[in-house]
């Protein structure tokens, strides 16, 4: 099955490219409408797995183990077909 991972910064964790992108969005390229601007990151993989408990176990797993710092980001995964 392929997963798609979101891994995005917890709420109240300060986003220095998000702003970075927002202010640039705004006062570069005058798309001044965009505001909180939230950048994150977006890991596809494929898991030789079909039932839907064991991806989840597989994903958490290596989610805490090296993908996330369980500190400061959050994620959650979709399948895809």
Do not use: H, W
């Amino acid at each position: 099955m392929k997963i798609r991972i979101l891994v995005s910064l917890k709420k109240g964790v300060l986003d220095t490219q998000g702003k970075a992108i927002e202010g640039s969005l705004q006062k570069n390229l005058g798309f001044n409408q965009i505001s909180n601007v939230r950048q994150g990151k977006v890991i596809e993989l494929e898991i030789a797995e079909t039932e839907p408990e064991k991806i989840k176990q597989i994903v958490d797993e290596i989610c805490d183990k090296l993908l996330i710092n369980k500190i400061i980001e959050d994620y959650n995964y979709e399948i895809l077909n």
